[in-house]
């Protein structure tokens, strides 16, 4: 079965920079295009990145375009997002998902906390 699981979150003061990660596993990974989400307390889930499955095209949401790269490693079944000069405003939790003939899948989730 499809699983995604997210690792990498954590505590951060503001400018300093997080990677996390997203293993899957469970269905061909390079086939399938993968997006980064994120959700703060009271606010609705957003789209941060995506990233396709060959070629590699990316698009990123603009309260984060400069300061995350969202990248991926078909050999390892994983996806990345590389976040930069972290923002109060970025905390929230971090999800990975897919989208698999028309279903979507989601990872569990890691949160992420910018503060001084």
């Known amino acids: 079965q499809v699983q995604l699981v997210e690792s990498g979150g954590g505590l951060v003061q503001p400018g300093g920079s997080l990677r996390l990660s997203c293993a899957a596993s469970g269905f061909t990974f390079s086939s399938y295009s993968m997006n980064w989400y994120r959700q703060a307390p009271g606010k609705e889930r957003e789209l941060v990145a995506t990233?396709?499955?060959?070629?590699?095209?990316?698009n990123y949401a603009d309260s984060v375009k400069g300061r995350f790269t969202i990248s991926r490693d078909n050999a390892k079944n994983t996806v990345y997002l590389q976040m930069d000069n972290l923002k109060p405003e970025d905390t929230a939790v971090y999800y990975c998902?897919?989208?698999?003939?028309?279903?979507?899948?989601w990872g569990q989730g890691t949160q992420v906390t910018v503060s001084s």
């Open positions: 998902k897919t989208l698999i003939r028309r279903q979507d899948y």
């Open positions: 990233i396709t499955g060959v070629g590699g095209w990316t």
